[in-house]
């Protein structure tokens, strides 16, 4: 009997000791499930597992976001319905990334960097796809393209101008035409001030985005900048037969600023108001204060700007893309420039626009408000 009692005692202790081991076993595997779970649901990038046949069977919160769904919407759906050209019985693995165009629950398309791997469960094989939207890596490429055809046609053809007239000056084409001389370098005058101005934008956006263009705040008189300002495009604006009408300035209302930065920023939203405003139209800068800030406003009666327009002007190169921008030399870098500035010096940048047409074209005569403020200071 106590060699049956002692058996007895060891198996419970066994059991004891198997059923300590499974709750361990058991706990671990819940804490490597959970971490697997935050893994799968946090990672930056679309996650897909799809059955043989390719029906979604499950999916991480990115693809949610990606596609702008929710859950139910993707679950037992095909895949070819939200990926051109895929079907899922001809999908197969494909380690190596492939791009292909993604459609979202709107309809929308966009780029996406896809990578299939085959995995078996006891169930039945099955289909692990990662998805990456690459629009960024698309609008960097878009970006590229444009700044290449910027270069290519804003600094080569008044460096070709340049190089013209130096080859009929040795020529000796101008010989003795004092005249015609002065006239034609007031023209190539204007084109190397334009590559200057270009250059320098270049330069200023790259400082600006590495926080390496030096700011000396001060407190400036709101007066000043604008009298500065003015002046800077006072014969642009007589070349192009626009008046500049002025508010009053109260003299004793101050901004705490960069003074150069700040008539730079004034200078460029009064530079595109002249460019894009008719001959004997008139464009008008004013000023309001609040116990915050100081808000300047540059309005004009040119062509108003198409609403999807509006939301990325201030990107870099986007200014260029309005369909006559080239033709009035804009870069497409004086906006984006000057709301680095604004922003750095503790202001904000916008612009507002007559309704356009259909939100897509602008109306002529329609005019547009572009304005920024400064923080505002006190003596």
């Given at each position: 009997m106590d060699e049956e009692h002692k058996s007895i005692e060891d198996l419970v202790q066994l059991l004891d000791h198997t059923s300590e081991k499974l709750r361990t076993t058991e706990q671990w595997l819940a804490e490597a499930t959970g971490r697997i779970r935050v893994f799968f649901e946090n990672i930056p990038f679309g996650l897909l597992i799809t059955n043989a046949d390719g029906k979604i069977e499950v999916v991480n919160r990115m693809c949610i976001k990606m596609f702008s769904c929710d859950v139910s919407s993707l679950i037992g759906r095909p895949i070819s319905d939200f990926f051109i050209g895929m079907n899922g019985r001809?999908?197969?693995?494909?380690?190596?990334?492939?791009?292909?165009?993604?459609?979202?629950?709107?309809?929308?398309?966009?780029?996406?960097?896809?990578?299939?791997?085959?995995?078996?469960?006891?169930?039945?094989p099955q289909l692990l796809i990662t998805v990456e939207d690459i629009t960024p890596r698309f609008e960097v490429e878009r970006m590229k393209r444009e700044f290449v055809s910027m270069v290519s046609h804003d600094l080569r053809t008044p460096l070709s101008s340049i190089q013209c007239f130096l080859n009929t000056i040795c020529d000796g084409i101008y010989d003795g035409q004092t005249s015609g001389l002065k006239d034609k370098a007031r023209l190539v005058e204007n084109d190397t001030a334009r590559l200057l101005t270009m250059i320098n934008n270049l330069l200023d956006i790259d400082r600006l985005e590495a926080g390496k263009l030096e700011m000396f705040a001060d407190i400036v008189s709101c007066a000043d900048i604008v009298e500065n300002a003015v002046a800077s495009v006072a014969s642009m604006a007589e070349q192009k037969n626009v008046?500049?009408?002025?508010?009053?300035?109260?003299?004793?209302?101050?901004?705490?600023?960069?003074?150069?930065?700040?008539?730079?920023?004034?200078?460029?939203?009064?530079?595109?108001?002249?460019?894009?405003?008719?001959?004997?139209?008139?464009?008008?800068?004013?000023?309001?204060?609040?116990?915050?800030?100081?808000?300047?406003?540059?309005?004009?009666?040119?062509?108003?700007?198409?609403?999807?327009?509006?939301?990325?002007?201030?990107?870099?190169?986007?200014?260029?893309?309005?369909?006559?921008?080239?033709?009035?030399?804009?870069?497409?870098?004086?906006?984006?420039?000057?709301?680095?500035?604004?922003?750095?010096?503790?202001?904000?940048?916008?612009?507002?626009?007559?309704?356009?047409?259909?939100?897509?074209?602008?109306?002529?005569?329609?005019?547009?408000?572009?304005?920024?403020?400064?923080?505002?200071?006190?003596?």
């Open positions: 001809d999908l197969g693995e494909h380690k190596i990334a492939r791009e292909v165009t993604a459609v979202r629950a709107d309809g929308a398309q966009f780029p996406a960097e896809i990578v299939v791997r085959q995995f078996s469960t006891s169930a039945a008046t500049i009408e002025l508010d009053e300035f109260d003299r004793q209302t101050y901004v705490l600023a960069d003074a150069e930065l700040a008539v730079q920023v004034l200078v460029n939203l009064l530079s595109n108001a002249i460019k894009f405003s008719p001959s004997g139209e008139r464009v008008h800068v004013r000023a309001e204060a609040d116990a915050e800030k100081v808000k300047f406003r540059v309005s004009d009666r040119g062509p108003g700007i198409p609403e999807e327009f509006r939301k990325r002007m201030f990107n870099r190169f986007e200014q260029a893309r309005i369909s006559d921008a080239r033709i009035k030399g804009g870069s497409g870098l004086g906006l984006s420039i000057s709301k680095n500035i604004v922003e750095q010096l503790g202001g904000a940048i916008g612009v507002e626009s007559a309704q356009a047409v259909d939100g897509k074209e602008a109306v002529k005569g329609a005019g547009s408000e572009f304005w920024f403020t400064l923080p505002r200071a006190f003596i």
